[in-house]
């Protein structure tokens, strides 16, 4: 499961999905903004607000129902990191977690059973400074994940969407590398 960032469902998280099919996975892309996108993240932080956090978290369980019957890895991009992170920690058969470009807070009754995570970073990262992800590696490691955090140097905060300024073609493809090897080894 593959949830967008804060500029929506766009061509750029199409790509990703099929990128991941194409090495023999299955993933769906729910549209948590029901068709719109945004230009710019303040535009997408807009929208984000505009149809709450809540209200989210429940399109996202939604979309989510129909196939976590076997057990899912959730993935997500930015805004939709947290989504991912916050349903997966929560699915007592969550296979994996994989994040790219962003986490969230975690509760603290959180528990997961050594949970496989993988998170991919900027660095440094606006959204996500090194204060916060020490923290965020210590809580999620209290709640049981077993967490890998990979960080790239210089690359802006969504460095894998080929589209938009933050792109690094460098740092995107050692993301998919990794993400990739990491989603081979869950099965």
Do not use: C
Request: no cysteine.
């Amino acid at each position: 499961m593959l949830f967008h960032s804060a500029y929506g469902l766009r061509p750029a998280v199409l790509a990703a999905a099929e990128r991941l099919r194409s090495a023999g996975h299955r993933v769906w892309t729910p549209d948590l903004f029901e068709g719109r996108t945004a230009d710019t993240v303040p535009d997408g932080m807009a929208i984000k607000d505009e149809i709450g956090r809540d209200e989210l978290l429940r399109r996202a369980i939604a979309a989510t129902a129909p196939h976590s019957d076997a057990g899912l890895v959730y993935a997500g991009l930015s805004l939709g990191g947290s989504l991912a992170q916050t349903v997966a920690l929560n699915d007592s058969r969550a296979r994996g977690l994989l994040l790219l470009h962003g986490t969230a807070d975690i509760a603290e009754d959180a528990a997961v059973d050594e949970l496989p995570t993988q998170l991919h970073v900027a660095d440094p990262d606006p959204f996500e400074p090194h204060d916060w992800l020490t923290a965020w590696y210590l809580r999620m490691g209290r709640a049981g994940a077993d967490v890998e955090i990979f960080r790239y140097p210089g690359a802006g905060h969504l460095y894998t969407d080929p589209e938009l300024p933050d792109h690094d073609a460098e740092a995107a493809e050692a993301t998919w590398r990794t993400a990739l090897a990491f989603l081979d080894e869950l099965g």
